[in-house]
């Protein structure tokens, strides 16, 4: 069983900046390829931005390149973090950490949500206009 707790949400003005943090919690020793997901209200759950287990590889979704970086804590394998910046209205949801521990890791770091196998409780980001 892993568990998986985010925070860092809140209420920013557009153009903003905000850091996300996720702490997962699972079998020692072992790394998880992991990634953040948002759902708006009225919308599906979508991917935005996944990180491999070794850090060495992410991948984002296109109306975020540029603004948000995902990373790894480095003395806390399993810590991940979503620094946000020049933040917009639309990018308003709940913010999603997730962990892969089955894979398969294609399916993962393109950030398919049928690859992730524990999921937080989400985290309010709203950038007010």
């Known amino acids: 069983q892993v568990q998986v707790v985010e925070s860092g949400g809140g209420l920013v003005a557009a153009g903003g900046s905000l850091r996300l943090s996720c702490a997962a919690s699972g079998r020692a020793g072992s790394r998880y390829t992991m990634g953040w997901f948002r759902q708006a209200p009225g919308k599906e759950r979508e991917f935005v931005a996944t990180?491999?287990?070794?850090?060495?590889?992410?991948?984002y979704q296109d109306s975020v390149k540029g603004r948000f970086t995902i990373s790894r804590d480095s003395a806390e394998v399993n810590t991940i973090y979503l620094q946000m910046n020049s933040l917009k209205p639309e990018d308003t949801a709940v913010y999603y950490c997730a962990v892969s521990v089955y894979g398969p890791y294609q399916t993962v770091i393109a950030g398919d949500p049928r690859g992730y196998d524990y999921w937080g409780q989400g985290t309010q980001v709203t950038v007010a206009s």
């Open positions: 990180i491999s287990w070794s850090g060495g590889e992410t991948n």
